[in-house]
């Protein structure tokens, strides 16, 4: 990794964890992006370099999901081995957000704070929205099929999400992976062949 890139990934990082940190003092409705900036010590023009808005840079890997779902492209020709495809893709990302992120500290303020419920509601409608265009883009799904397919990977990301956080907040200790693998045996189960 070149300077500049490290110098990105380092910048980042700061704004997020000072979003982060003052969301849990303040509460998401009071923080604004003046505020950020000031944490981290740095302009908001700056800050909305980095990240879209306080939103974004407090859960920045839903756009990242976004991006990789609609990049995929399955070897599959029906609906249940791209679905299969993409929660392989979902699983990966969310071992990676994990590893990189604050995942327990997001999990906790997800259960703490309503409007971050929010925010992730809207992330998922972005998810679902640009996911199934590209599905039904692409083809070989029809639009309704698509859309289903999009709903289903969603709802998976967002199981293992919140089963993830609810043991967070009762403070036991989770395997947010294995978590994920659990959804997806259950998602199995209820509807055999997916």
């Not at 392989?88 to 500290?105: G, I, N, P, Y």
């Amino acid at each position: 990794m070149g300077i500049r890139e490290e110098h990105r990934a380092q910048m980042l990082r700061e704004i997020q964890g000072a979003t982060l940190d003052l969301v849990e003092e303040k509460g998401m409705d009071a923080t604004t992006i003046g505020d950020i900036a000031a944490r981290v010590g740095i302009s908001e023009r700056t800050v909305f370099r980095y990240y879209s808005s306080k939103e974004h840079a407090l859960m920045p890997g839903q756009q990242g999901l976004i991006d990789a779902l609609v990049a995929c492209e399955s070897r599959h020709g029906n609906a249940a081995g791209i679905l299969g495809d993409l929660l392989a893709v979902c699983r990966e990302l969310f071992a990676l957000e994990v590893a990189e992120s604050d995942f327990r500290r997001i999990s906790r303020l997800m259960v703490q704070e309503p409007e971050m419920m929010r925010v992730a509601t809207r992330q998922e409608r972005n998810l679902v929205e640009g996911l199934s265009a590209s599905l039904a883009q692409r083809g070989p799904l029809r639009p309704i099929q698509a859309l289903l397919v999009a709903e289903v990977v969603t709802a998976a990301w967002r199981v293992a999400w919140q089963s993830f956080a609810r043991q967070e907040f009762e403070g036991v200790y989770s395997d947010p992976t294995g978590l994920f693998d659990e959804t997806v045996r259950e998602l199995g189960k209820l509807f055999p062949g997916t």
